[in-house]
Structures are given as C-alpha cells and as structure tokens.
C-alpha cells in the first residue's frame, strides 16, 4: 500500500510518517513544501497522478494561535481553502482509493453545548477570532460529503481535538496555546526572568492530545471507519489554561509569577470532544498530559540546541 501524507514535516504529518513507518507493506511518500507547491493545482495533480497512492492523508494546513488568526483571517481561508480542494481534485481524477481529510475542533459552535457531539456541526456562531480557518475546515467536511455523494468515494473526514507533541511550531507569533506556553516559560527560566505575562485569565477550559495518539487514531479509522459523518478526535479530558500553564512552568523549574493580561481574548470559553464515537471502534488515547508535555519539552530543548525546531 502506498501512502501519501501531506504536511509531513508538521507536527501531525511527523507522527503519522512514524505511524505508518511501522506497518508492514506500506511505502510512504512524504510531501512538504520543498517536494511540491500544493497551493499550485497543475503541479499537485502532476505529482499525485505520477505517485499513484493507495492513500492520502491531507495534514497540510496553514495554521496558528488566537494572534494568526485573527490577524491574518485572508490566508487562513483561502490557504486552507486552496490546499485541500487541490488535494481532493487530484486524488480524484487520479482515483485515489481511500482520503482521509484532518480537520480541527474549531469547526464547532463557540457556545456549543459540551462535551461536543459531531452533530453540532453548523448549530451556532463560531468562535471570532478562527472563523476563517474554521470555515475553511468545514468546507473540507462538506467536500468529502459531496465526493462520496456524487462519485462514490470511501473518504473520510476526522476532527481532532488540540494538539501537541514534537515538531510542533514554537513560534510565539503563529504558535497554538501549549506550544506558545513551553517556549515562553523555556526563555524565561534561560534568562532568570521573575515573571511570565499571559494572554486572558486562564479560566478557559481546553482537551489536548498528544500527537502519537491522533496517528494511531488515523490508522485506526483508515482502517474500520467508512461513513460520511465525520468523527471526532479527542482524549475526552478537559484542562484549563490555568492549570497548563502552572504543570508547564513546574516541569521547566520555572519559580516566578505568571501574568494574566485579562484585555486580551480567552477565546471560546470551553472545548471539549464528545468522543464515544472513535472509542467504539476500539480506540483510546495512552499519552496523559503531564508525560506528553514532559516529552514535548525534551523534544524542544534537544530541537532548540540543535537549531531544528520551529521558533
């Protein structure tokens, strides 16, 4: 079986190279920028019709924290937009067996009744500050939709939850929460800082998995799941900003104050997967926070000496 993951240098497309690496019978075929252009449509088409592969996994995607997002709502749209209707296109006219569509949690109501059904989808307004990327995500739901409806594709689309692990981006302007936490609390333990200042109250309630097990949910669902829902993601444990933030700091022997700046957005005030759905197929996740963090921090530090990791 050959398998082509897309986005495999990100945080996802690196753990589900590890993933599939360990399978028997599979040639991967890794894709990143340096290997093609997926916002060029004649040059993605071009390489999917030439690879042939049995599977895409689409884990490319511009993405960032609360910052990013509302500040660049144009490039999250139409980037994600472009990627993966580029994507589906050619896995289509290539007939590419199996397409699996990696969208986000952001995709449901800001005010969503919790923990989060799949059925949610499009039941109320979105969280502002990501309604571009979100839209642009639940546009990818619909496209597998349609492609199942009108040409009988067995694609799938799954909704992870927030994530982390190594090779994730710490860049403290396009960086998500976890990440943009371990590199804050990284530099000032470095530098002797006395204090950490931190975006809103950290009173918002947030899940988080770590990146190992989101693969093994993929080849999970690769496997045993062939429906047009998608389905959601997720550890099912929800923690807030709070509580990371001071398990992060604790982890890197951080001993100042942390700093809550209470003008700038919380964000959607609590997200949390409603999960039975991956679980009846037999799967759950076995990284807890506080190992996946105190490994992602081992990540950054060896990554960070090396000059290798995204700051």
Known sequence: MKVMIAGSS???????????????????????????????????????????????????????????????????????????????????????????????????????????????LLTGQLEGTNSAYAIAKIAGIELIKSY????????ISLMPTNLYGPHDNFSLDFSHVLPALIRKFSDATETGASTV???????????????????????????KYDEESHINIGSGVETSIFNLAN???????????????????DGTPRKVLDVRKIKSLGWSPKVDIENGIKNTISWYSEAKRLGTCRI
């Open 197 to 223: 200042e931190l975006w809103g109250t950290g009173s918002p309630l947030r899940e988080f998995l770590h990146v190992d097990d989101l693969a093994s949910a993929v080849v999970l669902c690769h496997e």
């Open 10 to 120: 990100g945080l996802v497309g690196s753990a589900l190279s590890r993933a599939y690496r360990n399978i028997e019978n599979v040639e991967l075929v890794e894709v990143n920028r340096s290997v093609v252009d997926l916002l060029d449509l004649e040059a993605t088409k071009n390489f999917v019709s030439k690879n042939k592969p049995d599977l895409i996994i689409d884990a490319a995607a511009k993405v960032g924290g609360i910052g990013a997002n509302n500040s660049q709502p144009v490039e999250f749209l139409n980037d994600n937009l472009r990627i993966q209707m580029n994507l589906m296109h050619s896995a289509h006219v290539s007939n590419v067996e199996k397409f699996i569509f990696l969208g986000s949690s952001c995709i449901y109501p800001r005010n969503a009744e919790q923990p989060i059904i799949e059925s949610a």
């Open 247 to 265: 398990i992060i700091a604790k982890q890197l022997n951080f001993e100042g104050e942390i700093l809550w700046d209470s003008t700038k957005p």
């Open 148 to 155: 199942r409806k009108e040409y009988g594709h067995k694609w």
